[in-house]
């Protein structure tokens, strides 16, 4: 059931939703939605209001298009109008980490039913839906990395090394009710591991559809949230807590496929990509400078994307190279083959980041791209960099008429005007005043 349903079957199926939660002990639903700057916002309803909202959607204010990280509005972001949240009750999760409550992705609609130009979740959707237009399908994941601070001091465990056992025993029952929680929520979990850095984990979860990988990555961040503040711990999803240090990425996961086959292995191309997969792929790289503007979103993404960090700040590819941007995956089995957008981070809208690559892609397919020569060992000295500040990315994606034509015009020049005026209003600050503007927002 999608928000592009007839109304009184998204009421019809909402009512049946709403029964069963409530006898599951829900009390309130929320409809979640990210904003330009990578927010996630809500706005949540008594579970018998879910058929109206389903119906109707939730009232929402147009001036969200230009919301700024610190709350503050980009020009244009004016007090009148009125849009729709419409819950999709396809993404409806009861929340095991905040009982009594349940939680579903909102797609935006005017008054009248016509979808919003500037949803990003509806961006995403027909971005997906293009590439169904032409056969094709893609799994994507998101990987969730964070930093948990606070908690108790003194077990002897803190500071542990990266990877390390005793980080995993520090934090053993944290760890293990954040893998319940997301059990519980149905969500397959694919690894769970300290990171490199002081507090820092990584999570993945299994791939699915575009929408649906974007959805999932908002409901892992929710739950780690939730759990970390039952065991007294605040997790920071911001792209650097400390300038100096390793940051968190949302490293992009992304096959193509056509009829059931994984277009990753079993081909011409390099490393065995089919001719569909190379294009697909070399159009993203063709477009990874204008989409850092949506993947990699804020002042404090420009502080993370550092040599050495792996956090892909080279405009390459290469097989296994962690410090490309475009990393290629091809996996012991066929059909694990995949890529990985690496020089995205957590302070991006999920549905701009995952709808601007598969646009990009399909550009390269529509193109017949070929990827240029890969970069086979440190990228450093060799390979071009990426944008090195929100600016120089916003700029390339002023000047990208593939992602420009996708977003169209309003989605892009609300993206644009959010972009300008986060750059304008941090300009002049220290790194260590942008991380502590940043680092509980997402
Ligand atoms: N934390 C690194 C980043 O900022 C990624 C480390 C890795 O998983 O390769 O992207
Ligand atoms: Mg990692």
């Not at 729709?84 to 929340?95: I, S, Y």
Request: net charge negative.
């Amino acid at each position: 059931m999608s928000t592009a349903e007839p109304r009184a079957e998204r009421a019809a199926a909402a009512r049946v939703s709403a029964a069963r939660l409530a006898a599951e002990g829900v009390d309130g639903v929320i409809v979640g939605w990210v904003d330009n700057a990578g927010v996630t916002r809500v706005k949540t309803v008594p579970v018998h209001g879910l058929e109206s909202a389903a119906r109707w959607g939730v009232g929402a204010a147009p001036c969200f298009d230009a919301f700024l990280v610190d709350d503050s509005l980009a020009p244009g972001g004016g007090p009148v109008g009125d849009l729709r949240l419409v819950p999709d009750l396809a993404g409806l999760h009861r929340l095991a980490a905040q009982p009594g409550w349940a939680w579903a992705p909102g797609d935006r609609y005017a008054q009248d039913g016509t979808p919003h130009p500037g949803c990003q979740r509806l961006f995403a959707r027909r971005a997906a839906d293009a590439l169904a237009a032409r056969g094709l399908t893609v799994l994507a994941g998101i990987e969730v990395e964070w930093i948990v601070e606070g908690g108790e001091d003194g077990t002897g465990f803190e500071g542990g090394p990266a990877y390390g056992m005793r980080r995993l025993i520090g934090h053993g029952d944290y760890l293990r009710d954040l893998l319940r929680a997301l059990h519980a929520q149905e969500l397959t979990v694919l690894q769970l591991h300290p990171e490199y850095t002081e507090g820092q984990f990584e999570l993945s979860v299994a791939p699915a559809g575009p929408v649906e990988a974007a959805d999932t990555a908002l409901l892992v961040r929710h739950t780690v949230q939730a759990v970390s503040l039952r065991h007294g711990l605040r997790a920071s999803f911001a792209p650097v807590t400390d300038p100096e240090g390793v940051g968190n990425g949302g490293h992009l996961h992304l096959s193509l496929w056509r009829d059931g086959r994984n277009l990753g292995h079993g081909g011409d191309g390099p490393h065995g990509l089919t001719r569909e997969a190379e294009s697909f792929l070399a159009g993203v790289l063709a477009e990874l400078p204008a989409l850092l503007a949506l993947g990699a979103p804020s002042v404090a993404s420009y502080l993370r994307l550092a040599p050495g960090r792996w956090s892909g700040p080279y405009r390459c590819w290469g097989r296994e190279n962690r410090e490309a941007a475009l990393r290629l995956i091809t996996g012991s089995a066929p059909e694990q083959a995949n890529a990985e957008v690496k020089c995205f981070d957590a302070a991006a809208n999920p549905y701009l980041a995952v709808g601007g690559v598969l646009a990009a892609g399909l550009a390269g397919l529509d193109r017949g791209l070929r990827l240029p020569p890969e970069t086979t060992g440190d990228p450093d000295g060799t390979a071009e960099r990426l944008p090195a500040s929100l600016g120089a990315a916003t700029a390339a994606l002023r000047g990208s008429a593939v992602l420009g034509a996708a977003l169209g015009e309003q989605l892009l020049g609300s993206v644009l005007g959010v972009r300008e005026a986060e750059a304008a209003r941090f300009a002049g600050r220290t790194a260590a005043e942008v991380v502590d503007a940043v680092r509980y927002r997402y």
